[in-house]
């Protein structure tokens, strides 16, 4: 596709539900991240996947946060019984890695997801 | 580990001022910068890069950047801002291949 899409735009939850977010990236894109961005906030890492292998799942905030990428293409981020801080913008951004020549990952970003919980 | 420091939360300029934003950064290894610029309502995009070479970079819309490695900077510089330069701006850096984000910058141009 032409950019990066992700889905829902905007979901309310009530605390305790299960929540799934898409992302369609860019077709080709090797790299694809996710970070969560809370009110006047910058975006804060959550994993990291080249192809279907999740390279980095560092900043995931708990073992209720899941996500993955199976065939290497779309992804879902899954939140399990959701907590009122869960409430951000959830980003997905995807990269060709080695951009230039270098192992640069010059990030393209979706419009994200707003969760809101209840 | 690295981290992205954003010195200012907000920076007030009147409109055809001059503005810096600062950022410094840390890493252990090598690092590419990025600045983004996310737009009120919008997502964020991508204003300018560094990965190597020339020290100074030119970006979208008249900004530059110059990476100072002995001062582990990467300020980001305008010479005349617009209304339209209302946004908020972040820094990045990436250090193995993960990117770290700044918390940004609010640039409020002042009429």
């Known amino acids: 596709g032409a950019g990066v899409s992700q889905s829902p735009r905007y979901k309310v939850a009530k605390r305790g539900q299960d929540v799934a977010l898409r992302c369609d990236p860019i077709s080709g894109h090797v790299s694809l991240f996710w970070y969560q961005q809370a009110l006047g906030q910058g975006p804060e890492f959550l994993t990291y996947?080249?192809?279907?292998?999740?390279?980095?799942k560092s900043g995931l905030p708990s073992d209720r946060f899941f996500a993955e990428r199976p065939e290497g293409s779309v992804s879902t981020l899954k939140i399990q019984r959701t907590q009122q801080e869960d409430s951000a913008v959830y980003l997905c951004?995807?990269?060709?890695?080695?951009?230039?020549?270098?192992?640069?990952?010059?990030?393209?970003f979706g419009a994200g997801s707003r969760l809101t919980v209840l | 580990a690295q981290s992205v420091t954003q010195l200012d939360s907000q920076v007030p300029v009147f409109e055809e001022a001059p503005v810096e934003l600062r950022c410094n950064y840390s890493s252990s290894v090598s690092v590419y910068l990025f600045w983004y610029v996310q737009y009120p309502n919008q997502g964020l995009q991508l204003l300018l890069k560094?990965?190597?070479?020339?020290?100074l970079v030119k970006g979208i819309n008249g900004f530059e950047a110059e990476f100072n490695k002995s001062q582990t900077s990467f300020h980001l510089r305008k010479p005349s801002v617009h209304i339209s330069d209302t946004a908020e701006y972040f820094c990045?850096?990436?250090?193995?291949?993960?990117?770290?984000f700044g918390k940004g910058t609010r640039l409020h141009i002042l009429p």
């Open positions: 990045a850096a990436q250090g193995d291949d993960k990117i770290i």
């Open positions: 951004a995807s990269s060709l890695p080695g951009t230039g020549g270098s192992g640069a990952n010059v990030l393209t």
């Open positions: 996947f080249q192809n279907e292998a999740q390279l980095d």
């Open positions: 560094y990965l190597s070479g020339s020290t």
